[in-house]
């Protein structure tokens, strides 16, 4: 069962919210490295195993190069993520270019960057090529199974996904670039989101791998690598399992012997682009209290609101709550835990059991280490918050300074600037 623990003690995380305007993101890097060493060693059987971060779970240049160290590339679906993690050592084949629906100029600087480019769709071949003027000597396909595989529930049903190449398409696909000179292929899927059951990714290698092997068949294409995508849930509520990871390194492992290595695939190396499941359970949001107020119900207003954090009131995702210093105290009252948007649904739990709470308490939702701050945005004029690191020395550093007015209005032209037509 997961525990939901604080990175430090109770008292040194007080002592922070009294030097730091609440609120702030706060990441645990020794939680992070720990993590993504383990996540190496699960998979330490794979041919060319790499996790290539998806960029937009964190999008923070040191903790991209905190991966960058225990080698991981990075995922990037847009040029500012291609250059966020050049910024952060990542480069070249390092970086994976899994983008839909991609402009032009996009597809020219993933190649001039150097970066393994992997196509969406059959008639992004040829936009490719256009833009390019050429095409590159190693290319890569996300494939959609559609109605030969459901969907996850936050995913959704492959056949209504506007990713990927389809069954019939993905074989012409691959005799197509090799027919244009590519030399070097990939092959890639994504068909769950915040998944914890491990079955639905080993089934998923079990797809990968024998397409690998009809594609080989068909197209006369051998696949260098299978790109597992991202999608490895985590415990939000404390009773949840983690995912079993070495059960999937093994399950993995076993199907790889089964159908790689006699059809004379092998080696083969396999990658993912997990984001969630590297930092997710290392990042935390702090806040504090403002008001304790009692209507029809009895609501916890934070200084947070979910342009902070919007996963509780875009998907109605449970956050775990810890009122710091009452670790201890019986969960005896019934709130709602509010932002101050004029959006009813901001708020960050619903009927929560919590501690007698007052104004003043420090609250720290956790979880929230990806697709956390990075899915925050500006509505009602909300500035975004700082994130700290908690070093592996106990030191804490700002990565990222919160946002000023100045920043906010940086992009308006109150002189309305003339546009030539
Ligand atoms: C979002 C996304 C990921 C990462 O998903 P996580 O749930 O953070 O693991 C990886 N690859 C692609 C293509 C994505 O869109």
């Not at 494939?143 to 492959?158: D, K, L, V």
Request: glycine letters at 8%.
């Amino acid at each position: 069962m997961s525990k939901k623990t604080l990175p430090l003690s109770s008292e040194k995380l007080l002592l922070l919210t009294e030097k730091l305007p609440t609120p702030f993101y706060l990441y645990d890097e020794r939680a992070i490295v720990e993590n993504a060493r383990q996540f190496n060693r699960l998979f330490s059987w794979a041919p060319g195993f790499k996790n290539y971060f998806a960029v937009k779970a964190c999008p923070n240049p040191t903790i991209l190069s905190i991966l960058q160290k225990e080698g991981f590339g990075s995922d990037c679906s847009s040029l500012p993520e291609i250059l966020l993690s050049e910024a952060s050592g990542i480069t070249g084949e390092n970086i994976m270019f899994t983008s839909n629906n991609t402009p032009s100029d996009e597809f020219v600087e993933a190649y001039r960057q150097g970066a393994i480019i992997n196509l969406d769709d059959i008639t992004h071949i040829e936009a490719m090529e256009e833009a390019l003027k050429e095409v590159p000597s190693l290319i890569c396909f996300r494939y959609n199974p559609g109605p030969e595989r459901t969907g996850n529930a936050i995913i959704g049903n492959p056949v209504e996904a506007k990713y990927g190449v389809t069954t019939d398409q993905v074989v012409d696909c691959y005799r197509i670039m090799k027919e244009k000179g590519v030399k070097r292929f990939g092959l890639h899927t994504m068909v769950a989101s915040n998944e914890l059951d491990g079955t639905y990714i080993v089934e998923t290698a079990r797809m990968l791998f024998e397409l690998c092997v009809r594609i080989q068949k068909e197209a006369g294409v051998r696949i260098e690598f299978i790109d597992m995508g991202g999608g490895i849930g985590i415990p939000y509520r404390p009773g949840q399992e983690p995912m079993d990871l070495e059960a999937v390194s093994q399950g993995m492992h076993e199907l790889y012997n089964q159908i790689i290595v006699p059809a004379g695939l092998d080696p083969l190396n396999i990658v993912f682009e997990c984001g969630r499941v590297i930092t997710g359970p290392y990042g935390y949001l702090v806040s504090k209290v403002r008001h304790v107020t009692s209507k029809y119900k009895e609501y916890v207003g934070l200084d947070a609101s979910m342009n902070d954090l919007m996963r509780p009131a875009m998907y109605g995702a449970y956050h775990h709550i810890t009122v710091v210093g009452k670790e201890a105290e019986a969960c005896d009252h019934i709130y709602d835990v509010t932002g101050s948007l004029c959006e009813n649904n901001d708020k960050f739990a619903i009927d929560r059991p919590l501690p007698r709470i007052e104004k003043g308490d420090v609250l720290v939702l956790h979880d929230s280490g990806a697709h956390g701050h990075a899915m925050g945005f500006n509505y009602n004029a909300k500035l975004r918050a700082a994130e700290y690191l908690l070093r592996e020395d106990g030191s804490v550093v700002m990565i990222r300074r919160a946002q000023t007015y100045d920043d906010y209005v940086a992009t308006l032209r109150f002189d309305g600037a003339p546009v030539e037509l």
